[in-house]
């Protein structure tokens, strides 16, 4: 498939070659441009990108393989990625990938036939404190989830809502007003 | 009051104000202020390099593992010669259990950005990198907007508050890589390769971005800066543990009542963190370990925490280390083979390959532990654990293999019975 980047896309990817020495240096900013557009980096998209930026298709597709974020293939429509690193997996991570899985009827690294999800096993996503959580791809943090807190998320998900940004408490700040 | 009771703290790294993520509310509180003192009080102020001996005194360990004095890394930075200078800020907390330089992102941008400034001003620094992971995107787009907010306002750019000083910020996003927190690794990130971690020396003083002077610090650590300026080092150095001292951030996760980030003085004793603070044991059950700072930092047994304070000296002498202050509970129940299995599998998962002993030790040691853990496993595999990490520690080019081997020495030392317990006995020859 040919791809192509939008007049905003190559606005954006000249304001962020404005921000570094050298062309190089934006490859994985421009990697994402061309994720957020097209929703993964295949070798197709890894070709415009090398040559959008006039570098080595080699050394783009070296960085896309690198990084785990970017997606080398199409994925669903909604990625979930299930932390089930340490305290994940201390406070049940792996229930909630087990939850997803049957639920989903797919294994984790697989995408429903409709397209809708795709579900990944990942490595820590910093949010120990909220535990387990998961990430909807590679944006907004769902935490402390409970099977029904998964359940009422595809529901969204698939009425087409964003999951909203969760602020997590200040901890402290609640202990002082209710000591 | 005194600063040094946690019970009677106040925040300062992230004092519960609302909205203070809006440059008018940080300006309001006092903003800036440091920065401004800095760059137009020349009595105080005379010149950069009296910024950097402030710094020094106030002896900020280095937030983001290592510990090391933060003004006294500066003070490396060659002489200006007139070329570009970089700072790199380093938010790509990627390491399992920490999870606190978010907090800044999200609830205190400003007072990271006036940090990065003051420190950019005293290292003659002209461009500045604040480098947040990847998965933080929500994090990467608040510091965004605080750093657009920081230039309108005249903090960044060109003559900042109308002073000769100018310097830029840019924030780059990873794409996944937890590499990419060891400094070198970081540099070639936001150079736009693969996060390959270079061989020192040289030293990212002599040649870091692009073959020039750099320095690099973690967020929370530039975020103390302010602070100590406006403070004065003897003030910030007053509070908490006398030879790591200081605000300090604490992530506690795992198997307790309130986890989450606190803001306390360094030094807080664990049981009285875990018990008061964290609001104590989750379902009532009983402490069996803490792994104190991230999944790297030697595991410790709860017989080991009588009297042990979150500081770097007193955990050395209980057996572990400071290391990021992300704390990680665990309860009776804990599975601790189930455990050691999955970290080693994330820094296998995590090595980047250059180096053989870590590319092959981490998989050997998921590889031997995922048999134990399977009850495969011989007693004398153990020993071969042991001994992989011997092999692994002190050899590679950057710190990934020492944090995959310690905690598997550590654990098993500190746990071998119920390892031997999963294991059969030796019954084959060795040939
Ligand atoms: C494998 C590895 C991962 C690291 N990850 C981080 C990290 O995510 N954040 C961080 O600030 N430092 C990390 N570090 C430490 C950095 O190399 C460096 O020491 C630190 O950013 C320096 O800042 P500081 O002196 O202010 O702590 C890591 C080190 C290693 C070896
Ligand atoms: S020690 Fe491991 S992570 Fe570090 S450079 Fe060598 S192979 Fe890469």
New binding site residues.
């Given amino acids: 498939m040919t791809y192509e980047f939008t007049k905003e896309d190559l606005d954006r990817i000249e304001s962020i070659k404005k921000e570094y020495p050298e062309v190089k240096a934006t490859t994985l900013q421009v990697l994402w441009v061309a994720q957020d557009r097209f929703g993964h980096v295949d070798a197709d998209v890894q070709r415009l990108v090398a040559a959008t930026l006039e570098l080595p298709e080699a050394h783009v597709h070296g960085v896309a393989s690198f990084y785990t974020q970017y997606y080398k293939q199409k994925m669903g429509k909604h990625v979930l990625d299930v932390c089930t690193c340490l305290s994940c997996q201390l406070c049940g991570g792996y229930d909630i990938l087990n939850h997803l899985e049957k639920k989903l009827g797919i294994k984790a690294g697989e995408t429903t036939k409709d397209g809708m999800f795709s579900l990944q096993q990942v490595e820590c996503l910093g949010a120990c404190g909220y535990a387990p959580m998961l990430q909807v791809t590679n944006g907004e943090f769902v935490n402390h989830l409970t099977e029904e807190k998964v359940d009422h998320l595809l529901d969204k998900l698939r009425n087409g809502e964003d999951p909203e940004h969760e602020m997590m408490e200040m901890p402290l700040r609640k202990q002082k007003e209710n000591p | 009051m005194s600063q040094s009771d946690w019970r009677t703290y106040k925040p300062v790294l992230i004092p519960p104000v609302d909205n203070l993520h809006e440059i008018e509310v940080y300006r309001k509180q006092g903003g800036y202020e440091a920065l401004k003192s800095v760059l137009t009080d020349k009595k105080r102020w005379a010149d950069p390099k009296s910024v950097v001996d402030e710094v020094k005194a106030a002896n900020i360990r ?7 004095n ?1 003004g006294l ?1 500066w003070s490396f930075m060659p002489p200006a010669d007139g070329g570009p200078r970089y700072l790199a800020c ?6 399992p259990g ?1 999870f606190k ?1 978010r907090k800044i992102f999200e609830y205190n941008p400003h007072l990271f950005i006036e940090g990065a400034v003051i420190a950019a001003y005293a290292m003659e620094i002209t461009t500045i990198y604040v480098y947040i ?1 990847g998965e933080y995107r929500p994090f990467i787009e608040m510091m965004r907007k605080a750093v657009q907010d920081a230039y309108k306002n005249g903090m960044l750019g060109k003559n900042i508050l109308k002073s000769n000083f100018s310097v830029d910020m840019v924030v780059a996003s990873g794409a996944g890589a ?2 990419c ?3 070198t690794s ?1 540099l070639e990130s936001i150079e736009g390769k693969r996060g390959y971690p270079r061989v020192k020396p040289p030293f990212p003083a002599q040649k870091g971005l692009w073959g020039r002077p750099t320095t ?4 929370e ?2 975020s103390c800066v302010p602070l100590v300026i406006r403070n004065g080092a003897d003030w910030f150095s007053s509070i908490g543990a006398k030879n790591h001292p200081g605000p300090l951030l604490y992530g506690i996760s795992g198997h307790v009542n309130r986890p989450g980030v606190y803001e306390l003085p360094s030094g807080v004793p664990v049981l009285e963190l875990i018990e008061e603070v964290a609001g104590g044991m989750r379902n009532g059950k009983k402490l069996k370990a803490i792994i104190p700072g991230g999944s790297s930092t030697p595991i410790l047994r709860a017989d080991q925490l009588d009297g042990v304070t979150m500081d770097s000296d007193s955990l050395r002498t209980a057996g572990s280390m400071l290391g ?1 202050s992300g704390m990680v509970v665990m309860d009776e129940d804990t599975d601790i083979v189930e455990v050691l299995w999955r970290i080693s599998h994330f820094y296998h998962h995590e090595s980047c390959g250059q180096c053989t002993p870590c590319r092959d030790g981490t998989g050997w040691l998921e590889k031997i532990l995922l048999k134990i853990r399977n009850g495969d496993g011989e007693t004398r595999d153990l020993d071969l654990l042991l001994d992989v990490t011997t092999q692994m520690e002190g050899r590679t080019i ?3 293999a020492d ?1 995959a081997a310690w905690p598997v020495r550590y654990t098993i030392t500190r746990f071998r019975d119920e390892f031997e317990a999963r294991c059969k006995k030796s019954v084959h020859a060795l040939v």
């Avoid at chain 2, 380093?90 to 390491?95: A, I, L, P, Q, R």
């Avoid at chain 2, 690099?216 to 967020?219: D, L, Q, V, Y």
């Fill in positions: 280095g937030r983001g593992g290592a510990g090391f933060a890394k380093n938010g790509d907390e990627s390491e920490t330089d992971r937890y590499i927190g060891e400094e970081m690099i610090n973690n967020i650590t530039l990021t950057c710190a990934l944090a």
